[in-house]
T-cell receptor, first 115, second 117 residues
Framework: DVKVTQSSRYLVKRTGEKVFLECVQD?????MFWYRQDPGLGLRLIYF???????EKGDIPEGYSVSREKKERFSLILESASTNQTSMYLCASSLGDSASRYEQYFGPGTRLTVT | AQKVTQAQTEISVVEKEDVTLDCVYE???????LFWYKQPPSGELVFLIRRNSFDEQNEISGRYSWNFQKSTSSFNFTITASQVVDSAVYFC??????WGYGQNFVFGPGTRLSVLP
């Protein structure tokens, strides 16, 4: 079974803090994704990566950066957390040379609250 | 641009009833992929099924079945004899092929299904 793990289920941070969300997958997937999920707005893609050190912006990259130094690990960084980044963050991974062709497998999510 | 519509925001049924979740999509590509995911209260999205645009065969997996109709651009999901454990938000998603390394998954807004005992 594919397993995608995220470093925390719940996180509370203060405005202005630098926040790291970690995601690890154990299936040797090429593609990894970060989404945020908000009520009424659905899932929105922040960034994705199709290979080590490669990244592409999604729909809402502002205020976020990512790092992929190893194939299995994809980190989401909030450079200076703000209250409007309070959300559920979901990491996903998928197989293949095309990020569109295959199903994505999701982690359990991190519910981040910025106060 | 591609789009996924799930017109039913919320559905409530009583246990053992059958329920169909609708999904209508828009795309200009001839090659595309359709997916269904389940998000139970725990929050993790669980992959249920993937279909490519060239395979219109309906699929059945236990109490779950899917009806793909290109003529109406629909990919509906039916749960037979629903159970309380089926209570979740269900997402339909679409992606278009031929984007190389790009990605263009689009998720629908989701349908919240409540199965009452």
């Amino acid at each position: 079974d594919v397993k995608v793990t995220q470093s925390s289920r719940y996180l509370v941070k203060r405005t202005g803090e630098k926040v790291f969300l970690e995601c690890v997958q154990d299936m040797d997937h090429e593609n990894m994704f970060w989404y945020r999920q908000d009520p009424g707005l659905g899932l929105r893609l922040i960034y994705f990566s199709y290979d080590v050190k490669m990244k592409e912006k999604g729909d809402i990259p502002e205020g976020y950066s990512v790092s992929r130094e190893k194939k299995e690990r994809f980190s989401l960084i909030l450079e200076s957390a703000s209250t409007n980044q309070t959300s559920m963050y979901l990491c996903a991974s998928s197989l293949g040379d095309s990020a569109s062709r295959y199903e994505q497998y999701f982690g359990p999510g991190t519910r981040l609250t910025v106060t | 641009a591609q789009k996924v519509t799930q017109a039913q925001t919320e559905i409530s049924v009583v246990e053992k009833e059958d329920v169909t979740l609708d999904c209508v999509y828009e795309t200009r590509d001839t090659t595309y992929y359709l997916f269904w995911y389940k998000q139970p209260p725990s929050g993790e999205l669980v992959f249920l099924i993937r279909r490519n645009s060239f395979d219109e065969q309906n699929e059945i997996s236990g109490r779950y079945s899917w009806n793909f109709q290109k003529s109406t651009s629909s990919f509906n999901f039916t749960i037979t004899a629903s159970q309380v454990v089926d209570s979740a938000v269900y997402f339909c998603a679409l992606s278009e092929a031929g984007w190389g390394y790009g990605q263009n998954f689009v998720f629908g807004p989701g349908t919240r299904l409540s199965v009452l005992p």
